[in-house]
């Protein structure tokens, strides 16, 4: 199993409204990111997860709240979002070593209004 | 900081022809990969490549890495249509798993 599985895949949300993304991967990977990318830009890094852990925060808004409950899933609680947080938003993981792929989700295609 | 530099930022070749695509990073990485994503989808691994020297095909497309001038390419031949499509390189650096991306090459293949 190879995958990354992000839902939802697209979410509509206002601007006073709280919802969550999710990400899964059974691969053992200890590493775990998310991405967000506008169109016609590369993904841009918003956190990394090593091990459960927090590791990198791209300082993010604190509206963008991350968790990573456990080695196979990673979650990003939305709160309070504007419309220009609109874009897709790219789950990945990586192995922590070795000359290993790191797997990107299909993401989730986020529109706020 | 990780900085990683792609160019050109957009190529439009004809159909047949060779083009090589640059990926330049500023500190010294672990990883280097290629991804392609085609327009409102996900990114698809290409290559991964970890040592000095290291080379890699599938297909057209074959990609390279010189460590020692933190420099990766990815050689097109012989383009076809199919090949359209927007290409990134990312870097990563094992200290904290910091992956970056360059700024991506928007690909056209003509006819």
């Known amino acids: 199993d190879t995958e990354v599985t992000q839902t939802p895949k697209h979410l509509v949300m206002g601007m006073t409204n709280k919802k969550s993304l999710k990400c899964e991967q059974h691969m053992g990977h200890r590493a775990m990111y998310w991405y967000k990318q506008k169109a016609k830009k590369p993904p841009e890094l918003m956190f990394v997860?090593?091990?459960?852990?927090?590791?990198i925060n791209e300082s993010v808004p604190s509206r963008f709240s991350p968790e990573c409950p456990n080695s196979s899933l990673l979650n990003l609680h939305l709160h309070a979002l504007q419309p220009e947080d609109s874009a897709l938003y790219l789950c990945a993981s990586s192995q922590t070593g070795g000359l290993t792929e790191a797997f990107f989700g299909q993401g989730t295609r986020l529109t706020v209004v | 900081e990780l900085k990683v530099e792609q160019n050109p930022l957009f190529l439009s070749m004809q159909e047949g022809k060779n083009y090589t695509i640059y990926c330049n990073y500023s500190t010294t990485s672990d990883r280097l990969y290629w991804y392609r994503q085609d327009p409102g989808k996900s990114l698809e691994s290409l290559f991964v490549l970890l040592s000095n020297g290291a080379v890699k095909q599938e297909g057209r497309l074959m990609a390279s890495l010189d460590t020692k001038a933190r420099l990766s390419t990815l050689h097109i031949t012989a383009a076809v249509h199919d090949l359209s499509a927007t290409y990134f390189c990312a870097v990563l650096t094992y200290n904290n798993n910091d992956m970056r991306f360059g700024a991506g090459t928007r690909l056209t293949v003509k006819p």
């Open positions: 997860y090593s091990y459960e852990k927090l590791s």
